[in-house]
Each structure stands twice: as structure tokens, then as C-alpha cells.
């Protein structure tokens, strides 16, 4: 059974930094690509950043510089490291592993997500 589980969020002001960390198992970790999604309120889930097995990493051009994704192989995790936060960031975030299309979660199992919210 897959699991995805993340936690890190939390208030914060505009120009702050906050470490999201998620925890899978049920896979193979190390054999699948990982990415970071997030989804306000009304809005679709959209893509924030990827990470493949080998460590290549894209972000989304809104958070471009200012995020960093990265993962340890030996404790199933990955990171999503935020800082410049801004009030547009305020999102549910979710980890999920990715396909080959780069953009689509690979899993439908969700987990609950980690709240982040930015204040002006």
C-alpha cells in the first residue's frame, strides 16, 4: 500500500522560509522520479517541482529560484526547501511520485498534505 505522508507547513510572514518534508513507502523509492504539487482553495493541483532518481530537478517558473527540491534514497524522502515565500504560495502541499510524462502524478492514493500559508 502506498503511503505518502508530509508535514513542514505552517504561518508564515512574506519573505520567510519554510522545509516541507514528505515520507513514502509502499515503492520503490529510489526507482521513481518525486515532485512537490500544491493546490489552493478553487484551484486546480498544479505542478511546483520534480526530482528524478539521478537528482535532476525543474521547477515551475513561479517558484524558479526561490524553492529547492531534494531527496535522501535512504530514509524515502524528499524536501521541498522555500524560501522569498510569498502570499501566492499559500497552497495544501502534496508529495507524489511522477511518470514519464514529468507532469502527472503516478499514484492516486494522496496523502493529506501540509498546509503553508503566507501572510502579506
Known amino acids: 500500500q502506498v503511503q505518502l505522508v508530509e508535514s513542514g507547513g505552517g504561518l508564515v510572514q512574506a519573505g520567510g522560509s519554510l522545509r516541507l518534508s514528505c515520507v513514502a513507502s509502499?515503492?520503490?523509492?529510489?526507482?521513481?522520479?518525486m515532485a512537490w504539487y500544491r493546490q489552493a482553495p478553487g484551484e486546480q493541483r498544479e505542478l511546483v517541482a520534480t526530482?528524478?532518481?539521478?537528482?535532476?530537478?525543474n521547477y515551475a517558473d513561479s517558484v524558479k529560484g526561490r524553492f529547492t527540491i531534494s531527496r535522501d534514497n535512504a530514509k524515502n524522502l524528499v524536501y521541498l526547501q522555500m524560501n522569498s515565500l510569498k502570499p501566492e504560495d499559500t497552497a495544501v502541499y502534496y508529495c507524489?511520485?511522477?511518470?514519464?510524462?514529468?507532469?502527472?502524478?503516478?499514484?492516486?492514493?494522496w496523502g493529506q498534505g501540509t498546509q503553508v500559508t503566507v501572510s502579506s
Open positions: 507524489n511520485a511522477i511518470g514519464r510524462s514529468g507532469q502527472y502524478p503516478r499514484f492516486s492514493s
Open positions: 509502499g515503492f520503490i523509492f529510489s526507482d521513481n522520479a
Open positions: 526530482i528524478t532518481r539521478g537528482s535532476s530537478t
